[in-house]
């Protein structure tokens, strides 16, 4: 079946220092969509990518999705206390969704 | 608008008991999904509903869960009998447009199995 794998599992920044999480499927997707996840709370949509090369930015983030359809990172910009969480990948195939394992953001200010 | 709405909040059961848990997506939703999340890990797609019909089923564990929607709106999740592995927080979300449109979560079910 459709495997998601997504790196890395931690992520300790000091704030203002830049934060990426990359996120790899075995195979190619019809989409990819980033959630974030706040400690005690549930996932909160970030953005979905369609389109191969794909690349989407808001304020500080930047999402790409890669030519092939099988990987896509998230890259954050002079990280904040508020960017605190976990970063969720899903991928949607041709019948599965499925979400990547997450990477846990640490931001110490 | 009102978002996904998920009863009970907590739960703690013995193994080998049963337990139900409700949702309520966002008006006009037509897809529904449950989710498993054990602590520490990404959410586990359960299943997935079209209005009231099975889209995804294939990560339900169906001698223990099962889980229905009734009349394309409401729906619940149900185990029995509960193991220790069953802890974990059950998530509720629905969506538009299935798989090509975002999923709105509802605050979830924490479960624990003593």
């Known amino acids: 079946g459709q495997q998601v794998m997504q790196i890395p599992q931690y992520q300790h920044v000091q704030e203002g220092e830049d934060f990426t999480t990359y996120c790899n499927s075995s195979t190619t997707l019809s989409n990819i969509q980033w959630y974030k996840q706040r400690p005690g709370g549930h996932p909160v949509f970030l953005i979905q990518l369609v389109k191969s090369g794909e690349v989407k930015k808001q304020k500080r983030l930047t999402f790409q999705f890669g030519e092939a359809k099988k990987n896509s990172s998230l890259h954050i910009t002079a990280t904040q206390t508020t960017d605190v969480g976990t970063y969720f990948c899903?991928?949607?195939?041709?019948?599965?969704?499925?979400f990547g394992k997450g990477t846990k953001l640490s931001v110490i200010p | 608008e009102a978002g996904v709405a998920q009863s009970p909040r907590y739960k703690i059961i013995e193994k080998r008991q049963s337990v139900a848990f409700w949702c309520n997506p966002i008006?006009?939703?037509?897809?529904l999904y449950w989710y498993q999340q054990i602590l520490g890990q990404g959410p586990k797609l359960l299943i997935q509903f079209q209005n009231n019909g099975v889209v995804d089923d294939s990560q339900l564990p169906k001698d223990r869960f099962s889980a229905e929607r009734l009349k394309g709106v409401d729906s619940t999740l149900k185990i029995q009998p509960a193991k220790l592995e069953d802890s974990a927080v059950y998530l509720c979300?629905?969506?538009?447009?299935?798989?090509?449109?975002?999923?709105?979560f509802g605050p979830g079910t924490r479960l624990t199995v003593t």
């Open positions: 979300a629905s969506s538009s447009r299935g798989k090509m449109s975002e999923q709105y």
């Open positions: 008006s006009g939703h037509a897809t």
């Open positions: 899903v991928g949607a195939g041709s019948y599965q969704l499925t």
